[in-house]
Each structure stands twice: as structure tokens, then as C-alpha cells.
């Protein structure tokens, strides 16, 4: 049976673990549903391992929508969620429901992601809401603001860590269902888990959460940088390079 919002809640009040992956293709999100992963995010990181840029900035709305149409065809029983990329939502309410309204009519997605968590995003969160648009939230290190906070681990303070609090809280009251974690500590991480109730899902963010996500190249070993927090589970780049020569070697002797 297909994966679902009112599943993933349930599992966080029954402490089952949730796995989830990136997809940004059909033949890898064909695999990770296949294989049993519980969540699919068509990410905005495919930015940077599907098309080459530095950051996630350059990614436009078409962008996300042609990937995750790519990625539905291939999941049939994860739940997909799909990023919502930068100045699709932040300009305005009314820009973000359209944004958001393109990306349900136009994909299988049964959720979308927004970054941030200060009043102005949560009250646009509050609004797609009530327009029936089921949200995931994401405070911590968010990569749209990479030029205003870099790459570093959040909450590193008493007093950042209780602003990320803040914003959880602030997010669970304009009716997220659920809420990305990334690279914060892990105390934190653990902390806003027990105290909110819809599931927390952690990247570089501890053991603590209701469930953990990576950008799958870094798992399989095909990006060029990999995150500290990534586990590397098999170094596919080095593979396909040697399988490639290998190939080029046997077309170039005719064997």
C-alpha cells in the first residue's frame, strides 16, 4: 500500500523509524521504491547532482516539476514529497500558492517542502494549508540561504537553538506534517522531537529524529563532495569510471 501522511504521523507516535531518499530521475526513484524507502524527496538539491550548478539558487520551478514528473512515474508506494525551489514562494503568499498549485496539478506529489521558519513563512505555510496543500517544514541549515548562513551546522548556541525551537513550534501551529531537520545538534534535534507532534525527519541532525534523509548520490558515492554527516555506502563513481574504460577498451581492440 502506498506510503501516506497519516501513516508517517502514526509511525512517529508508534517510534517506528522512517527511511528516505532524493530522487531527481525515473530509473533511481524506480529503484529506491523498489527497494522499500519510505519517503521520496524530488530535492532542490538536484541543482547541484542532476544539473551541474554550485548551489541550489539556480534551480527554477520548471526545474522541480519536469524532475518530479520523471520521479512519479517511477514510485508507486513511497510517499513523494517535492522542494519547493528559491523565489518560487518567498515574494508573496499568492506567488507560493501558485507555485505550490503548479506542483500538484502538474506531478504525483502528495507534499511539498518550504524552507524556513520565521513569521512570514509561516504564515505563507498557514495559507497553503488551508488551501488543502499538505507542507513539510525545514529549519536548521537551509541551502537557499547558503549566501546568508553558508554550510555551517545551526544552533550551535543557546540562543540560535531556541529560535530553531521557535520556528518548529511556530510551523507545527500553522499545520505542517512534518518537519526536515538539517545540521543541527543532535541534543536539539532529539528536543524538538519529544516536544512536537508531527514526525521530525533528519539530515546531519543525530539519532534522535523520527527519521533520517540523504541526497542518494552521496549514499551511492557519485557526488563530487560528500556532506560530513553522509555516509557513503558504496563509491559508485569509482565503479562506473572503471567500468566505462573498460567498455572503451574492449570497442577500441574490437573484443
Not at 100 to 111: H, V, Y
Not at 185 to 196: F, R, V, Y
Request: negative net charge; glycine residues 8%.
Amino acid at each position: 500500500m502506498p506510503v501516506s501522511i497519516a501513516q508517517i504521523q502514526k509511525w512517529k507516535h508508534q517510534k517506528k523509524p522512517i527511511a528516505a531518499l532524493t530522487a531527481s530521475d525515473y530509473a533511481i526513484a524506480k529503484l529506491l521504491d523498489k527497494a522499500g524507502v519510505d519517503m521520496i524527496l524530488v530535492g532542490d538539491s538536484l541543482a547541484m547532482v542532476a544539473l551541474g550548478y554550485k548551489n541550489t539558487l539556480p534551480v527554477t520551478l520548471d526545474d522541480m516539476i519536469r524532475h518530479a514528473q520523471a520521479v512519479g512515474r517511477g514510485v508507486d508506494n513511497a510517499l513523494l514529497i517535492v522542494d519547493m525551489p528559491f523565489l518560487s514562494y518567498q515574494i508573496s503568499a499568492e506567488e507560493a500558492m501558485r507555485s505550490a498549485g503548479r506542483i500538484f496539478k502538474e506531478t504525483d506529489a502528495r507534499g511539498i517542502k518550504l524552507e524556513g521558519g520565521y513569521p512570514d513563512m509561516v504564515e505563507t505555510i498557514r495559507k497553503l494549508v488551508q488551501a488543502g496543500m499538505p507542507v513539510m517544514g525545514h529549519v536548521g541549515l537551509t541551502p537557499q540561504s547558503v549566501h546568508r548562513i553558508g554550510y555551517r551546522v545551526q544552533g550551535g548556541t543557546p540562543d540560535t537553538a531556541e529560535e530553531i525551537l521557535h520556528q518548529s513550534k511556530a510551523l507545527v501551529e500553522a499545520g505542517i506534517f512534518a518537519l526536515l531537520l538539517e545540521n543541527i545538534p543532535a541534543d536539539l534535534a532529539t528536543k524538538i522531537t519529544e516536544l512536537i507532534p508531527v514526525p521530525t525527519i533528519g539530515i546531519g541532525a543525530g539519532q534522535g529524529c523520527d527519521g533520517q534523509i540523504l541526497v542518494t548520490h552521496d549514499v551511492l558515492g557519485l557526488s563530487d563532495w560528500q556532506p560530513p554527516f553522509a555516509r557513503k555506502y558504496v563509491d559508485l563513481q569509482s565503479s562506473i569510471t572503471e567500468v566505462v574504460k573498460q567498455y572503451c577498451q574492449d570497442v577500441r581492440t574490437k573484443s
